[in-house]
């Protein structure tokens, strides 16, 4: 069996839940890392980031863990499910902030939709002056 490092503190109490249900599946397959990269689309230092907490693990390598198990593949999509709705998401939880608060004046992804909005907002203003020389252009040549 594996000994753990603590998870971050920084992580939710859902996502806590999924990583202990993730360890204590993939200590009952008594695969290392290496084994189980070798078995499922994800590579052990993948596997290494979902079990350290590090970063939120997708669906699919819970379900491939899963069938690496013989594990029941629902009860643990419901809690990625759950786990889904609170991981802190556009960047991976550090796992060196294990003692650090979050940063409060910055919520997760708000620099991700910062640039999504002005990558918006610079294409409609193409998209306007396109137009507007689209329709004076025929104008003139006639």
């Known amino acids: 069996m594996t ?3 603590p998870l971050p503190d920084a992580l939710p109490r859902e996502a806590r839940h999924l990583v202990a249900q993730l360890r204590s599946l993939k200590d009952r397959t008594g695969l290392s890392l290496a084994e189980l990269a070798r078995r499922t689309a994800y590579s052990k230092s993948s596997w290494q980031r979902y079990l350290s907490g590090a970063k939120q693990p997708p669906r699919g390598a819970v379900q ?3 069938r690496v198990a013989g594990a029941d593949q629902a009860r643990l999509l419901a809690l990625w499910d759950l786990a889904d709705q609170t991981w802190p998401h556009g960047a991976a939880v550090p796992v060196e902030a294990a003692g650090r608060a ?3 004046a910055t919520p997760p992804g708000a620099e991700y939709r910062r640039w999504r909005a002005a990558a918006l907002v610079s294409f409609a203003v193409i998209v306007v002056l396109l ?4 329709w004076v252009l025929p104008a003139r040549s006639g």
Not at 131 to 134: E, K, S
């Open 3 to 5: 000994r753990w490092r």
């Open 102 to 104: 979050m940063d409060a």
């Open 131 to 134: 137009a507007g020389l689209l």
């Open 64 to 66: 491939a863990l899963c």
